[in-house]
């Protein structure tokens, strides 16, 4: 594996349509993320659709949870997911038992830190050491305010970095200097583009040229 | 209807059984909740089974939005739900477009407050007078720290009121007197009750015993 790898994230479509798309392009990303919204529509079928379709592909399931951490990392653990996500502004004794569970089950976890102040950031970088902390600008900010990736960073220390949410040329660079993301995720503009490889190609080579 | 009432939590099985457990006390409670975690499990399939078991009824979707608010919204009212909640933690704009798509729907939203700030829930009571604010201990704060309901009653000025997690004889007096609430979100306590008419049956009595 890279340093660095794109995670497709997959939304607003249907489970089918999202695995065509997957199958263009799964070469050229790391991980593949089944969106909040199919597993909201379509349950943990959409998890389980994909594991029989990508056996050796790293799944991280958009739960976004926050509440109900044992049940809801043991419904996407058995689907096939290899990553689950916490939301980071809930309660921290519940991204204490999604760390748990996943720990156990010798999967991964990343927290999503949508909404989080500075002081929630703080206290999970410090009590998660082996989170993957994503650093995340919603749909709903891009949609209605136009912003784009903000990044206030408190120093991350070394942990895993993930960065979502309207991501293109002009925002990557700074993001890359500033953070070192490991994991970049992108959706609508790879799984809306005429040419879904070409895109991942750009963004792949913004990233390159922003290596240090 | 009742000015107040009791909402049954359906969570943590399948939906055959959830469907067959409300058959039972379809006539005692106001309205039915379909749990996260039967909408992550088994998706929007669940709203739909709910609303042709139970065409009359009104049905709230424990959606738990946090992004995408339109789309969820959409996915939620088209299966058959009447309420869905939004995170209060979250994005302000979240909460702002799950008001506006519940409105144009004619249908009803309600802000869950888990984790809330006293500064995000008086932003929140002063934004959307036509919410359902609903207190709120999860079931990992019940179950793992052993808390129930606790109140930071910040004033609620007549806004619609409902509590939810660990409602029992000992805790429901004071959260009515002080919170007056309309809705009763009660799950377990119900679900996993030898005679759940019975359970019901004696939630209303504590809370007819403590109206004013």
Redesign the interface.
């Known amino acids: 594996m890279d340093k660095y790898f794109i995670q497709l994230a997959l939304?607003?479509m249907n489970i089918e349509e999202a695995i065509r798309l997957t199958q263009k392009v799964e070469e050229n990303v790391g991980w593949i993320e089944i969106g909040?919204?199919l597993?909201?529509?379509?349950?943990?079928?959409?998890v389980r659709s994909f594991r029989n379709a990508f056996p050796e592909k790293m799944l991280l399931a958009d739960?976004?949870i926050?509440?109900?951490?044992r049940?809801?990392c043991d419904?996407a653990f058995t689907a096939g997911a290899n990553v689950v996500t916490v939301?980071g502004?809930?309660?921290l004794?519940?991204v204490?038992?999604v760390a748990e569970t996943a720990r156990n089950a010798n999967q991964n976890f990343m927290i999503d830190l949508?909404?989080t102040t500075e002081k929630q950031q703080i206290l999970l970088r410090d009590t998660f050491p082996d989170a993957i902390f994503c650093l995340h600008t919603?749909?709903?900010?891009q949609e209605?305010?136009g912003d784009t990736f903000r990044s206030n960073d408190i120093g991350w220390n070394g942990r895993r970095i993930a960065v979502a949410g309207g991501l293109n040329e002009e925002t990557l660079p700074p993001i890359i200097v500033q953070l070192r993301p490991e994991i970049f995720i992108i959706g609508s503009s790879i799984t809306k583009a005429t040419n879904p490889v070409a895109a991942i190609r750009t963004y792949q080579q913004i990233i390159k040229d922003n290596q240090f």
Request: charged share 30%; hydrophobic share 30%; net charge positive.
């Open positions: 939304d607003r909040t919204s597993i909201k529509e379509f349950g943990m079928k959409s739960m976004k926050i509440d109900n951490a049940y809801e419904l939301m502004c809930g309660p004794i519940t204490q038992l949508l909404n919603s749909k709903d900010q209605r305010t």
